[in-house]
């Protein structure tokens, strides 16, 4: 096995580091991208799929810099020193600005996530900053672009917490894609940065959405992930934002489509392909999007639903517009309709002012809930917020660990509790890839989301299986196929 770092410098070709792309021409097409890429081999790829996203949405890529009406660098973090090389080519390529004020900087890729507000608040060399798993936004970004706003999608970077955590994994394995239904966020919550880099909520036309999903069915996607920051909020009246609704015209308003609606458009436009949707918000869920769950089959019994704290004080400080009692009311609703439907969640532990009583309501929560598995967090200031701005971060920082610590115990209790109730059952699960820690095994989830790992046989990546589940960890279901399920 070769160490990490002789990897990574085979895939590191010095040749390449800060060579731009060229692809050819496309007719009728009037923008120039200028795109210029650093690190792994990944990055070089990626940098492709951007130029024929980008090609799509009227930009031909050019090697002359003076010529781009966009440029765009694609960032590798894994050293110092590119991190710095990549800091004065885009202070360059801010010169262009002078010259040409219509030009756009954009940042993409690894070191996106980490120095987006260093790049596009404090020096402002910046207009947009991509994380290496958005490139499927573009043509979003860069209208937001168009319109003078800042752009930012760090959606699915690994290191981002509270706002933009979405539990969901952008594979490039062909199986799984997700498909982004809204943008921007109204749900003000005092640690979340959201609103102010994305904006005001908007939704995306359904014809679009079902174009697309019917596009990755045929290019043998088996499963889909309906994405926004707050899924539940979805409403499209004929285009303009959710909060506009209310001017809407009576016909708009009879026309209008809802998550629920939406989610059933989607399951009937491909009855074999599974369908998720990530984040949905406690406040905004309403019983028709159970009851849509519940009635097909293709949706799968998964809802992440992020609580934050169980503390009703807490919970008014962050701006979370609902209760405790709320909140355990929509669990048993879930519970009733959808009986095996699984549930994560997001947590903060140490939020301003959160005392001891207040930490012991989180645990008791989610000892009501047992949830599934979830994603924790201590707090820790985001400039921007509300509480950055109004709230004292009064936590010490030993009480946040140790709270966090004892909020990730009783998850891994939960999530094995949780885990052990399929053992003994036979679940479909989609083949996602090779197991981690082992060739000579798959993995795909089932429909609670919970990754199952199994021996490969002659089984395909792609392929619905029936798994007879034998085993457990607190995360990982382990069983033998018993057979291609129905589905397949």
Known sequence: MMSQSTTTEKMMDESMQGSSLELHAKAGNTRKLFIESYGCQMNFSDS???????????????QKLEEADLV???????????????????????????????????VLGCMAERLKSKFLEEEQ????????????????????????RNAVNVILSKDETYGDVAPVRLNSNGVTAFVSITRGCDNMCTFCVVPFTR?????????????????????????????GQNVDSYLWYGGGLKKDFEKASDMQKATAVNFARLLQLVAKAQPKMRIRFSTSNPQDMTLDVIETMAKYNNICNYIHLPVQSGSNRILKAMNRLH????????????????????ISQDMIAGFPTETEEDHQDTLSLMEYVKYDFGFMFAYSERPGTLAARKLEDDIPE?????????????????????????????EEVLIEGTSKKSDAHWMGRNSQNTVVVFPKENYKVGEFVNVKINDCTSATLLGEAVGYSENN
């Open 125 to 148: 060399i910046v207009d947009m900053v991509v994380g290496p798993d958005a490139y499927k936004d573009l043509p979003n970004l860069i209208q937001e672009i168009d319109e003078g």
């Open 48 to 62: 492709e799929i951007v130029a024929s996203i980008l090609a799509k949405e009227g930009f031909d890529t050019t």
């Open 199 to 227: 904006g005001r909520e908007r939704s995306r036309d359904p014809k679009s959405i079902l174009e697309e999903v019917n596009d990755l069915w045929e290019r043998g996607f088996k499963e889909i992930t309906l994405l």
């Open 398 to 426: 030993e009480t946040k660990k140790r709270r966090l610590r004892e909020i990730i115990a009783l998850q891994q209790e939960h999530g094995l509790y949780r885990t052990k109730q399929h053992v003994g059952k036979t």
């Open 72 to 106: 765009l660098v694609n960032t590798c973090s894994i050293r110092e020193k590119a991190e710095q090389t990549v800091r004065n080519r885009l202070v360059h390529f801010n010169r262009l600005k002078k010259e040409n004020p219509n030009v756009k900087v954009g």
């Open 323 to 342: 209760t405790r009692e709320e909140y355990f009311e929509l669990i048993d609703n879930i519970k009733r309709i959808i009986p095996d439907c699984a």
